[in-house]
Nanobody, 127 residues
């Protein structure tokens, strides 16, 4: 059974930083890409960042480009999202997600691509 468990959210002032973690279990971690999405109240879930199964490719939404870094540690079965220079508009529940197919390299920004989701971690940025 695939499980994704996020942690690291919290309350931070604008301009601050957070590192979110997503611990995966239930299958061979290194064979799957992972994505981070977020959902603010009243808004649709939106893509934040994605890292390929090898870690050699990363992609970011324009809204976080230059402020976010996604990385993975295959030895720890964990993917990270480092967020810097946080803004109030970054306030949302952040989710990690993974597709069902190994070595998937297709559409990465569409939530429907992902079969497995964590429970989310709340990030609140105060102004």
């Amino acid at each position: 059974q695939v499980q994704l468990v996020e942690s690291g959210g919290g309350l931070v002032q604008a301009g601050g930083s957070l590192r979110l973690s997503c611990a995966a279990s239930g299958r061979t971690f290194s064979s799957y890409s992972l994505g981070w999405f977020r959902q603010a109240p009243g808004k649709e879930r939106e893509f934040v960042a994605q890292i390929s199964w090898s870690g050699g490719s990363t992609r970011y939404a324009d809204s976080v480009k230059g402020r976010a870094t996604i990385s993975r540690d295959n030895a720890k079965n964990t993917v990270y999202l480092q967020m810097n220079s946080l803004k109030p508009e970054d306030t949302a529940v952040y989710y990690c997600a993974s597709p069902s197919r190994q070595y998937y390299s297709g559409t990465y920004y569409y939530p429907g691509t992902y079969a497995y989701w964590g429970q989310g971690t709340q990030v609140t940025v105060s102004s």
